[in-house]
């Protein structure tokens, strides 16, 4: 122990190198920390609200989202099996005059108690109504029952009336009390069921009902028993099963975020490695010394792994708080999806969680420890006289890396990326990236040597000498460049599958939204539908020229998993005005056609051509997969129908949107008015296409704010790296900068030389980077996303942002590379040719 | 005249308001507080008809079946029991197409009084009817609330409950005509004969069946006594409580009787019927009807006095009643803070134990949480 | 012609240099040997322009250091000093023939030209044929032979050697000696050998004993 200071005191001596390392663990740690903690406090909340809504249910029947028939809650309750059965039909309604929209749940309040009793409504007395009045409160059919989350979120409390609307009608309501159960959770609210039957046109429908089961009773025993009863599309789930949904749902996009993180923390590492490695070769002879004098080799290699781990170490516990610090502030500004739209209505509260936080302290000690290994390794393998002689930086001049087992990662990347899906989770997708970051790291020596023997070796003294050193010592410039490209690989990954992801969506947007005008029952798509004298009157709109409409609904074909969105709309035979993936299989005649979306393909394992069995209106209909199209709206999956044969085979000729074609030269504006007046009281909501592209694109870029954030960290560690390295190089250099000035160069020329070979050194990184980037983002769109997401995209790179941002970093990194060598630069180090040692 | 207490049973449900609001409040006008509904009204001179008005009627307010008794097991003590069933109809959802509308409602409360327990055993359900959960017949008695029923079948009711820490599986022979309260089934509650309702009993109801109690089911028999009542208009102004007692006599006689109470403790109403063993029924009015409180128990969990040993003056003749066991209390305050006591009793003549049955009385707490 | 007269430098309050003069004509060759810490190193550096004097002048063939500027001075020591120092400082990533062109790479001669007189010195040092080797591949004496090259192949006016044998075995000292005096004698500069060793002063024409009481013949 008495050695510690003589090894981590040399982290003290050279600060900055130590400081940089150090920011650079703490930035991937913090940032990691704060994507799990976010989506931890996200899922918690979600699971706590579930479990609130399931409360003491054993299984709950789910199907379709526009429910299915009452007469299966009397079935049920009758069953022996069964002790308690509580009836729920949730409507999504939406405030009239605001966008504030509200799930309203419809219970029997006799069945709620024994089931569900966090559900159950308190009345609150109300002083301007009659004592009798108030007494059936709980039953009366405009009495709304608000959770606290609710009251506050839409500012009402009780006693106030509430308008919403139902169907296309305003409804208005009465706010009658408060679910003192479920005060702390999410928006909520609660009426008596008939009353919502009544007003929302669901009569003889429910959505779900929550089952408590006789006492002692197996789950799966009555699960077998009851499940003979339930039509198709109609399943028996453990409540649990939704909370997993949920969480299956959103973590994809949480490893992304969490990996890309890791990715950040990778970066620390190198940053590490290279901080180390310039250290190491600095005190080449203190180390020779060391052992000289009788340190043991693995003595000298645990010290130096001590180094790296005392600065994952700080990093880390510095990272998991500020960790925590951002993701509330996260969560305050993007909320608990971190802007993805999975969580809605949520007002997650942030915990610390022991086990989380421990476990990244350990990956920051990890990444330290790992940029430490091969530096320590190298130094251990001193040998002692030799080095005791040698000059500076010999030993680091001669390494030219490790060709060979970079090129075996690299290779290695391939099939990884053949890879299926591991628990649905891209891992193979993830571990070819990293072979790729590592394969290209360790080859990175090779690629500036190849880089340097392209290079002039005339012109003025500061690029001869540059050249020189860059063909001569590879393994010095590939050092400082390796942050850089671990950085910029990632940055140009991002950014490729980002800009690709967009455009793609926005082409998709184009062709999915073909139509003039786009109107729909209020913004919420179960609340509201267009009867069919409503689609008829919507027709008839002078300047309508052609109206095709929509009907969503969700079905359920496998139980545990979440429920696929069906849209039933015109299509013609062979779906050209679909974004259709691949080519469609032509269907015979009298079949019913569909067209899934990639995730229902990836998902189900449907292929066009197959015949499948869809669940509508509760009996299995057989329909032939026509084709494959791309759908970035529903992750869990999609799958249309025309239209006709919807109506056909279910007969439910309601419809939710509408899509709008203008006679020529028809105002569009005067017919939006004239359609919305249709409506009659204002229920109907009309856009452009360009409105909604507008929107759906805002909340696209609000999806990834958080992957600009890790850019943004990416490109400081990568900056913090060429700084890091340079500082460490230069001090390592004092004394040859110190022969160049008794040789006559002037400080400018030193400058210059620091400059051109740092910019050098960026260079090859951001070569490196830029190409390990490319087809890190390959693998991202190929694999990752498609696995993870299960879309396809288009690749489109953003080349002029790349260049800008390539170019900045070179600069960047010069600027860095001079200011580091600043002090070498100085008077005294001239003096330092004739140190003695 | 359990009719509070069963509101007050009821009002032991997660639902207190609801229950509540089966009592039109004080100072209401019954069928017509309801502007939208109109209940139908009790009225002096309806003849009623066997075994249709053992039915329900729905077009009134409220309705209770309420059947109390003592039993006795193959061994040891015999014990009390009690079930009710109220039937109420809300006002609410006339128009609604909804099978869930609760235009009805259904309630049950059940207790078992176990001295060997030395408190009540106690449970309740509640439903709107309809999807076969919850219903009644409007021809014969017969009301039914998911595994817990009450119906009748030619000479003798059958009630079944399945309580969380009993059950009960009861055949309840009649042994006489129906014995009706007040002036042919008119029942008075208040000088104002607005407040009044339909009323008959059935007292000396035979008893056989089985009773499972700790998990363990035993054959029982004994004697019981059931109320049936339905009214639009109830609780007079100025009554804070009650106290009600139904008795079956040894002789074969019964003896019903009750006093709507002022908060000073005095009588605002009172009345009595009584059956003599050879089937004569005397209607007995205020003046002819005294009650006199002669011990108290303290209950040690709310702290309230009970007068649980009365002396009665029916007519001409004074009685002692004493009860099974002091602690009947039925203490619902962990749901909504009713609190009363509804008990199995004796009753003494000239120190003669001459009959049995059951003593309710509300309104001795502090304010009773109804509503 | 070096001149320096009535030279003082203090260091932290401490006086290093006191009273110092020296003059050199063209072609001569002279040894200083002293105590450590006596000042040497510090005389050195103000020779070679890298360090100012607190008073006193030092002049090279009649250029007054005092009016020179930061990157005057730099030009005088890339066009008329060389230098040899204890630890070679032979630059790692160059090969020979490169690290002996540096200092006409620095006065603008990059040229096939500057590469002959390169190799011309190599072989001067007797390592003609060594030009395409590392640094890595000599020996010490070998590399201060190199560093003897790189000191004289841009023919300065003075050649400052530090110490050039304190690195050596006494045959290779001997050898570099020998070699270092050849070669300024035969370039016509001055030369002034700084060395504790009085064996190795003995190789220039002339020995000076550096004291704190200054410079003595």
């Not at chain 1, 008839?540 to 069906?566: C, I, K, N």
């Not at chain 1, 160069?745 to 260079?763: H, P, Y």
């Not at chain 3, 200092?103 to 030009?131: I, M, N, T, Y």
């Amino acid at each position: 122990m008495r050695l510690a200071w003589v090894f981590l005191g040399s982290l003290g001596r050279r600060r900055a190198a130590t400081l940089l390392s150090f920011a650079a663990i703490v930035l991937g740690v913090a940032l990691g920390m704060a994507v799990q903690a976010v989506n931890q406090a996200a899922l918690a909340e979600f699971g706590r609200g579930l479990r609130t809504l399931a409360g003491a249910a054993d299984l709950q029947v789910v199907g379709p989202r526009t429910g299915f028939d009452e007469a299966l809650y009397a079935r049920l309750a009758a069953r022996p099996e069964v002790a308690q059965a509580s009836p729920v039909l949730e409507v999504r309604t939406e405030r009239i005059g605001t966008t504030d929209t509200l799930n309203i749940l419809g219970l029997d309040l006799f069945a709620v108690g024994a089931v569900t009793p966090a559900l159950l409504a308190r009345p609150v007395e109300i002083d301007d109504r009659a004592e009798r009045e108030s007494r059936l409160t709980s039953l009366a059919e405009d009495s709304v029952f608000l959770s606290a989350a609710a009251q506050t979120a839409l500012a009402v409390q009780p006693g106030d009336r509430l308008s919403v609307y139902a169907g296309s009608q305003p409804l208005e309501l009465r706010v009658a009390g408060d679910l003192p159960g479920a005060a702390e959770d999410r928006r909520l609210a609660v009426m008596d069921i008939a009353a919502v039957q009544n007003h929302f046109d669901r009569i003889g429908r429910l959505t779900r009902i929550d089952l408590k089961l006789v006492e002692g009773l197996d789950v799966q025993a009555a699960r077998a028993a009851l499940e003979p009863l339930l039509p198709a599309g109609v399943w028996l789930e453990v409540p649990q099963a939704a909370e997993g949904q949920a969480s299956n749902l959103s973590r994809a996009y949480r490893v992304n975020l969490t990996l890309l993180a890791a990715m950040a923390l990778i970066t620390g590492a190198f940053l590490v490695f290279s901080a180390q490695a310039l250290s190491v070769v600095r005190r080449h002879t203190e180390l020779a010394f060391l052992r000289a004098i009788g340190l043991a080799r693995r003595q000298l290699f645990v010290w130096l792994l001590a180094e790296g781990a005392l600065v994952g170490l700080l990093g880390a516990v510095v990272g998991v708080a500020l960790g925590h610090g951002l993701a509330f502030g996260l969560l305050e500004l993007l909320g608990g999806d971190l802007g993805a739209g999975f969580f809605s209505g949520l007002s997650p509260s942030l915990r610390f969680d022991p086990w989380a936080s421990g476990l990244y302290v350990l990956l920051g000690v990890g990444a330290g420890v790992a940029g430490a290994w091969l530096p320590a390794r190298d130094a251990a393998d001193i040998a002692p006289a030799q080095a005791l002689k040698a000059s500076d930086d010999s030993a680091l001049s001669q390494r030219r890396g490790h060709p060979r087992l970079g090129l075996a990662l690299m290779l290695m990347s391939l099939p990884l990326c053949a890879l299926p899906p591991i628990m649905e989770l891209p891992l193979g997708g993830y571990l070819a990236i990293f072979g790729l970051l590592a394969g290209s790291i360790l080859w990175l020596p090779m690629l500036a040597s190849g880089f340097a023997r392209i290079l002039p070796l005339w012109g003025p003294v500061p690029v001869r000498l540059a050249a020189a050193r860059l063909r001569a010592a590879p393994g010095m410039g590939a050092v400082a460049a390796t942050g850089v490209l671990a950085s910029v690989a990632l940055v140009v990954a991002m950014a490729i599958m980002v800009n690709s992801l967009r455009d793609s969506v926005d082409v998709w947007l184009g062709q999915i939204l073909p139509a003039d005008l786009y109107l729909r029952a209020g913004r919420v798509q179960s609340g509201g539908v267009l009867d069919e004298a409503l689609q008829a009157r919507l027709a008839d709109v002078p300047g309508v020229a052609h109206v095709e409409f929509t009907r969503h609904d969700s079905l359920r074909l496998v139980p545990g998993q979440p429920p696929v969105a069906l849209l039933a709309r015109p299509v013609s035979s062979d779906g050209r005005e679909l974004p259709l993936v691949g080519s469609a299989h032509a269907v015979a005649e009298g079949e019913t056609a569909i067209w899934i979306s990639e995730a229902l393909h990836d998902l189900q394992g449907w292929r066009p051509g197959d015949r499948v069995q869809l669940p509508l209106a509760g009996s299995e209909v057989s329909v032939r997969v026509t084709g494959i199209w791309r759908d970035y709206a529903r992750q869990t999956g999609s799958l249309m129908l025309d239209l006709a044969d919807y109506r056909r085979l279910t007969g439910d000729r309601s419809v939710q949107d509408a899509a709008i074609w203008l006679t020529p030269g028809a105002d569009a504006f005067s017919v939006a008015e004239a359609l919305k007046s249709a409506g009659g009281s204002g229920a109907l909501e009309v856009t452009a296409p360009g409105e909604i592209r507008a929107i759906s694109l805002r909340i696209f870029d609000r999806t990834f704010a958080v992957t600009y954030v890790l850019e943004a960290a990416a490109v400081i560690i990568g900056l913090a790296g060429v700084a890091a390295s340079f500082a460490a190089l230069a001090a390592a250099r004092r004394r040859e900068f110190g022969l160049l000035r008794h040789l006559g160069l002037t400080r400018g020329q030193i400058g210059g030389l620091l400059a051109l070979e740092g910019s050098l050194a960026a260079g090859i990184g951001i070569l490196g980077g830029l190409t390990v980037g490319g087809a890190i983002a390959w693998i991202l769109i190929e694999v990752v996303n498609r696995q993870s997401f299960h879309w396809s995209m288009d690749l489109s790179v953003p080349w002029l942002s790349l260049l800008v941002f390539a170019g900045t970093l070179a600069g960047l990194a010069s600027l860095a590379a001079v200011l580091a060598g600043r002090q070498a630069m100085r008077q005294d180090a001239v003096l330092a040719v004739r140190e003695d040692w | 005249m359990h009719r509070r207490t069963c509101l007050l049973a009821l009002a032991g449900l997660p639902l207190p308001r609801i229950l509540a609001a089966v009592e039109p409040s004080a100072g209401s006008n019954g069928a017509e507080t309801d502007s939208k509904v109109a209940f139908d009204a009790v009225l002096p001179g309806r003849v009623l008809r066997f075994p249709d008005d053992e039915g329900a009627h729905p077009g009134f307010r409220t309705e209770w079946w309420y059947v109390t008794g003592w039993l006795k097991g193959t061994e040891g003590d015999p014990f009390g029991f009690q079930i009710t069933f109220f039937r109420v109809r809300t006002g609410i959802g006339e128009d609604n197409p909804s099978a869930f509308a609760p235009r009805q409602l259904l309630l049950a409360h059940a207790a078992i009084a176990d001295p060997r327990l030395g408190r009540l055993r106690h449970d309740q359900r509640a439903a709107r009817t309809g999807f076969e959960r919850a219903g009644y017949a409007t021809d014969r008695a017969h009301v039914r609330l998911d595994d817990w029923s009450f119906e009748q079948m030619d000479d003798h009711y059958v009630t079944r409950v399945n309580a969380e820490d009993f059950a009960y599986d009861l055949r309840l022979a009649f042994t006489g005509p129906p014995m009706f309260n007040g002036d042919q089934g008119f029942s008075r509650k208040a000088p104002d004969p607005y407040h009044a309702s339909y009323y008959y009993s059935r007292p000396q109801l035979q008893v056989d069946g089985q009773v499972t109690l700790d998990g363990r089911r035993q054959a029982v028999s004994g004697r019981a006594w059931m109320d049936h009542e339905w009214s639009s208009a109830y609780s007079p102004e100025g009554a804070d409580g009650w106290d009600w007692v139904g008795l079956n006599l040894d002789d074969g006689g019964a003896l019903m009787a009750f006093r709507m109470r002022r908060p000073d403790g005095t009588a605002l109403w009172a009345s009595a019927t009584r059956r003599f063993s050879d089937g004569r029924t005397q209607s007995l009015g205020p003046e002819q009807v005294e009650w006199f409180p002669i011990r108290r128990w303290q209950s040690p969990r709310t702290g309230i006095e009970y007068p649980i040993e009365w002396d009665l003056r029916i007519g001409e003749r004074r009685y002692r009643l004493q009860p099974l066991m002091d602690d009947q209390e039925l203490d619902s305050r962990r749901s909504t803070g009713t609190i009363y006591w509804e008990g199995a009793m004796r009753l003494f003549e000239d120190e003669r134990e001459i009959g049995r049955g059951y003593l309710e009385m509300t309104g001795y707490g502090n304010r009773i949480q109804v509503g | 012609m070096l001149e320096i007269s009535d030279l003082y430098r203090r260091f932290n309050g401490r006086s290093v240099l006191e009273a110092i003069s020296l003059r050199l004509e063209p072609s001569e060759y002279v040894a200083i040997t002293g105590e450590s810490g006596v000042g040497k190193s510090t005389l050195l550096n103000l020779i070679a322009g890298l360090d100012r004097p607190d008073r006193g002048r030092l002049a090279l063939d009649g250029e007054d250091y005092a009016t020179l500027g930061e990157d005057a001075l730099t030009r005088l020591r890339r066009d008329k000093l060389g230098f040899v120092f204890q630890a070679f400082h032979i630059l790692p990533h160059l090969t020979l023939r490169q690290n002996v062109t540096l200092p006409l790479w620095l006065k603008g001669q990059g040229g096939r030209r500057a590469e002959r007189q390169a190799e011309s010195l190599l072989d001067a040092v007797g390592l003609g044929d060594r030009a395409e080797s590392w640094p890595r591949e000599l020996s010490g004496g070998e590399m201060q032979r190199v560093a003897i090259a790189r000191a004289l192949v841009h023919q300065p006016r003075l050649v400052l050697a530090d110490e050039p044998t304190g690195n050596l075995d006494p045959t290779n000292a001997a050898r570099v000696l020998k070699l270092l005096g050849e070669r300024i004698r035969d370039s016509g500069a001055m030369g002034i050998l700084v060395t504790h060793s009085p064996e190795a002063a003995k190789s220039a024409d002339r020995v000076l004993q550096l004291t704190p009481e200054g410079l003595h013949g």
